[in-house]
């Protein structure tokens, strides 16, 4: 897990990233709802599904700059979504206060550009 804070006393965001086999096939699956302010990052994918889940999801779309280019609220269980204009996936378990906003996605951009550079340099 990576946590990336914009400032101090700031809004944070957990980020998980789904970077091995095992990570990407896993997901959610199995796993309770994650608190407000964590997600799953998926890096190079454009769909994903909800067979299995026992909750509804919010599936943010970016693209190869962290820049959110959809965002589907409310996934509920055995779906597929797909945005061929993405790049990478966020995942986030669905609340019922987040239909206005789902995350501050200046924020979210600045820490996905942090999370992949930071994949790069470990390589």
Sequence with gaps: MTVWPRAPGAQQLHIYVANTFFKRTRGLLLRGPLPP????????????HTFGMR???????????????????????????TCWAASAVCEMTWMQDQNATVVDLT?????????????????
Excluded: E
């Design 37 to 48: 302010g964590h997600l799953m990052y998926f890096p190079n994918c454009r769909s994903v």
């Design 55 to 81: 909750y509804a999801l919010t599936i943010i779309f970016v693209d190869h700059a962290g820049r959110a280019v959809r965002i589907d609220r409310k996934v509920v269980p055995n779906r597929i979504v």
């Design 107 to 123: 924020l979210l951009q600045w820490s996905l550009a942090r999370v992949q550079a930071r994949s790069k340099t470990r390589r």
